[in-house]
């Protein structure tokens, strides 16, 4: 038997609470004025809408899952009233999805998501958010302290917080449906992208039981944290927890549209006996961080898979040249929006 999920209209405690005070009320105590946060949790597709399909499993029961746990999990905290858009096998729109968070005066919308890429190599967690002003500091502001948890909690790699205006629309709007509609209603979005289907780096995370149950608690951790929530029945509080606060922009933050600048590197030391090769890396882009490597040892005609990289502009990594390499290495950077740059090569022996 499922639980029941509200989609009713919701009276505050702060309404509650405003209503029954007597004019010449004593101070309400900082916990009792404390605004009652309502929470909606959206298990991304449903329905005829798989989502992605890998290893016989389809993204919209896996979603499902995520956000069941996550529900639980969050209503064992206080001062928080949580949601879901859909609790069964449902086909929503994505403004259907929307329009329920408003309809339940939701503070924030979580769009629980897994991902897949056409070439099956990319790997790590990804949070996407509205380009536009407090929806912008807000999904950012959350998306840090999100990806924070998948990857303390978890494991996944971090590919950062995004935006992605639409190009149909000359940047005019989000390019992701549910942001674009959570936004039109004016209520914070994000679309958590928990990890890859189809890469080896990430099938060890949602594949074993508790895996799922295990990414929803981190999304319940990551939600308290971000409103400041506590629990007894749990034993944390974070009601002094500091979030990073990230200004509301000017104007719309766009995706970046253009490959690293820099990509140069130079060979610092080789061993011959154990064919390995020092690199320094100068990987540089203005617009977005650079996160992943990968290097080619016979001038580009195969490359290696996509290794992590986290250093801030340049950094020192090590090649082993298999037996078949022409004794050069070329690499090539990647930044979060998956735009490639190719280094110079560099000849080793
Ligand atoms: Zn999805």
């Excluded at 958010?129 to 909690?153: D, N, P, R």
């Excluded at 509301?248 to 995706?255: G, H, K, T, Y």
Aim: glycine share 6%.
């Amino acid at each position: 038997m499922k639980k029941r999920f509200t989609q009713v209209a919701l009276v505050t405690c702060t309404a509650l609470c405003a209503s029954m005070l007597p004019t010449a009320a004593v101070p309400m105590s900082a916990e009792a004025a404390t605004k009652n946060v309502v929470v909606c949790i959206d298990p991304g597709h449903g329905g005829s809408n798989l989502g992605a399909q890998y290893n016989d499993l389809q993204e919209k029961d896996l979603t499902l899952q995520i956000a069941n746990a996550m529900y639980a999990e969050l209503t064992k905290y206080e001062g928080v009233t949580v949601v879901m858009t859909r609790t069964t096998d449902a086909e929503l729109s994505l403004s259907d999805r929307a329009q329920i968070a408003k309809n339940n005066q939701a503070d924030f919308l979580y769009s629980i998501h897994l991902n897949a890429s056409s070439e099956h190599n990319l790997y790590g967690s990804e949070v996407w958010t509205s380009g536009f002003g407090e929806m912008y500091a807000k999904g950012q502001a959350f998306g840090k302290i999100e990806t924070a948890e998948l990857s303390s909690q978890i494991g996944v790699y971090t590919r950062g917080v995004k935006t992605k205006l639409s190009e149909a629309s000359n940047m005019s709007r989000d390019y992701y449906g549910v942001i674009s509609a959570a936004t039109s209603l004016n209520v914070p979005s994000v679309i958590i992208e928990h990890c890859y289907m189809d890469e080896a780096h990430d099938t060890g995370f949602y594949m074993e039981e508790g895996d799922l149950e295990a990414f929803g608690k981190a999304d319940a951790t990551a939600v308290a944290k971000y409103f400041g929530l506590k629990s007894t029945a749990l034993g944390v509080d974070y009601s002094t927890y500091v979030k990073e606060e990230v200004a509301a922009p000017a104007l719309p933050v766009a995706q970046d549209l253009t490959p690293p600048e820099t990509a140069a590197i130079t060979v610092t030391q080789y061993d011959a006996a154990t064919r390995t090769a020092k690199l320094h890396v100068l990987a540089k882009d203005s617009g977005s961080p650079i996160i992943y490597y990968s290097y080619s040892t016979d001038s580009g005609a195969s490359w290696s898979v996509l290794c992590g990289w986290t250093a801030n502009g340049e950094g020192d990594i090590s090649v082993v040249l298999p037996e078949n390499s022409n004794g050069t290495i070329t690499l090539a950077v990647y930044n979060n929006y998956d735009l490639c740059t190719i280094s110079n090569t560099v000849t080793v022996y």
